[in-house]
């Protein structure tokens, strides 16, 4: 970013904090703007090794993108907590403030206090989440499966969106998103994506002898390699002839085979591996009809333990029965010619996963973050209940409410609440902008149709021009999604004004320093 802080004294020099940091949330809401809706255009996230990420998704772009400057740090934070609350939001939570530090930029010009600046923000924010109710609408079967669709619309999912959004629907009401685990595929089609009742994870048996299926499965789960101790495989040990060299060697695997009947000796049938299993292991395995799966991820390693009640263990020797857990089946499933271990029949009957299918790898992860999304603005909206019309159709009933509000607001903090008023237009104005329409005549004949019976349910027709109905024509977005956008803006933005000035801080103490804090 190009407003990098590196001397705090340098900076005050040439602006105030207020400009430095008003500068900086711009600039961050400048990155994304243009992401924002179904017409939002695409970025190209570039590290060092030149490896890349394509995407439209705020929350990715903000994660990834390299960023100094701490009033951007904030924003970024507060982005961050939006996705985790309510997985959707962000882009027009970052563009909310960027616009609302450009509105109070023009109120310090005008000699207004920048106290008073922030005490209206946060005024016309809770003003606006009380306001939102109004328009609110319940949720039903129907408006959950367009949430989806419109949290997917604009997207690379958006091919798909139809069959995307009845697995997120389904998995959403079946389950907590505790318990929805996504494992990804290139290589196939997104209609191929699909839904189970189970644990899906990729990978597959170590050794070719074991089995494919495993009925009444015992499982035990380990995060360490099955193998001889670091420490053990260190030793260098000096041989004269061909017969302690063969002493060594059956010694060796004397110890191996210690290890892995330590694990039969439990009564496990399947075993799944964070780390790698030894080679001579497998192999005993293998005779011994077990089911061994190695390098298994950490996020698949707890949804297995979650699902099947299994005790993770990092130590082998005190494995017992106890610590494993059950599925009535474990098997082995191709999926283009490679194969995925499927988990049935589990204690938690609550386990659901989802199988994401796309043509190439860059693809299926964009998909992936958007069906992430979609689930995550479902289950939100099922657990809230309500639903706001989307198209930027609450944000100008909000800056029409706002505006008629701030005449009720004695002192300057009214022309702060005029000010988060118009401020909402940037929403629909952008939604316009990325769509090749005149924001200025689309924001006109919105505000025009807002006046009338009826008219708070009308947004930007982002394929045609002018406006359209958003409820009839199943475009909608969470209650929740909004309402957290519109405060996290407010509050972030009423905390950036409040900075007087930017200080550089003295480094931490090291160890060995006088000043260090034993």
Do not use: W
Request: glycine residues 6%; proline residues 3%; charged residues 25%.
């Amino acid at each position: 970013m190009a407003d990098q802080i590196t001397d705090a004294k340098q900076q005050q020099a040439s602006a105030t904090a207020q400009q430095v940091n008003i500068a900086a949330a711009k600039e961050l809401a400048s990155y994304v703007r243009s992401t924002l809706g179904p017409m939002g255009m695409d970025k190209m996230l570039v590290d060092a090794a030149m490896n890349s990420v394509v995407t439209n998704d705020g929350a990715t772009i903000l994660k990834e993108t390299k960023i100094t400057h701490p009033t951007a740090k904030m924003i970024v934070e507060v982005a961050q907590a939006q996705e985790e609350t309510c997985y959707d939001g962000t882009t027009s939570s970052v563009v909310l403030t960027g616009e609302l530090m450009r509105q109070a930029e023009d109120l310090l010009s005008r000699k207004i206090h920048p106290t008073k600046i922030a005490k209206g923000y946060i005024i016309a924010g809770k003003r606006a989440e009380e306001l939102l109710d109004n328009i609110a609408v319940e949720v039903t079967d129907e408006l959950l499966y367009e949430v989806a669709r419109t949290a997917m619309t604009g997207k690379t999912a958006e091919t798909e969106k139809d069959a995307l959004a009845k697995i997120c629907v389904e998995v959403a009401q079946a389950t907590d998103l505790d318990n929805i685990s996504i494992t990804r595929r290139s290589g196939g089609k997104i209609s191929e994506s699909l839904a189970i009742s189970g644990i899906l994870v990729d990978r597959e048996k170590v050794h070719h002898n074991m089995p494919d299926v495993v009925e009444d499965a015992k499982i035990a789960i380990v995060d360490v390699d099955i193998t001889l101790p670091e420490f053990a495989q260190q030793i260098q040990v000096q041989v004269s002839d061909n017969t302690a060299v063969q002493e060594f060697i059956e010694s060796r695997k004397d110890q191996l085979l210690a290890i892995a009947e330590q694990i039969l000796k439990s009564g496990a049938t399947v075993v799944f591996c964070m780390r790698d299993i030894d080679r001579f292991i497998q192999e005993h395995f293998a005779k011994k009809g077990i089911y061994a799966a190695r390098r298994v991820a950490r996020s698949d390693i707890e949804a297995i333990s979650k699902a099947t009640e299994a005790r993770i263990i990092s130590s082998i020797d005190e494995l017992i029965e106890d610590d494993l857990g059950y599925a009535k089946k474990v098997e082995e499933v191709q999926v283009n010619d490679k194969p995925l271990v499927k988990i049935t029949g589990t204690p938690t009957s609550d386990a659901v996963s989802v199988l994401i299918r796309a043509p190439t790898q860059h693809v299926v992860d964009e998909v992936k973050r958007a069906f992430d999304d979609a689930v995550g603005v479902v289950s939100v909206a099922y657990d809230n209940g309500k639903v706001l019309p989307g198209g930027g159709a609450s944000y100008l009933y909000l800056s029409r409410e706002l505006k008629e509000y701030a005449s009720t607001i004695g002192g300057r903090e009214q022309m702060a609440v005029e000010a988060f008023a118009n401020t909402l237009e940037i929403i629909p104005s952008a939604l316009a902008e990325n769509s090749g329409l005149d924001p200025l005549d689309t924001l006109i004949s919105l505000r025009q149709v807002h006046t009338t019976k009826g008219g708070s349910t009308k947004g930007v027709n982002v394929e045609e021009g002018g406006y359209i109905d958003m409820i009839e024509n199943g475009v909608v977005e969470p209650l929740e999604v909004v309402s957290q956008a519109i405060v996290s803006a407010s509050n972030i933005a009423a905390q950036i004004l409040r900075i007087d000035n930017i200080i550089e801080m003295k480094p931490e103490a090291q160890f060995g320093d006088d000043n260090f804090d034993y």
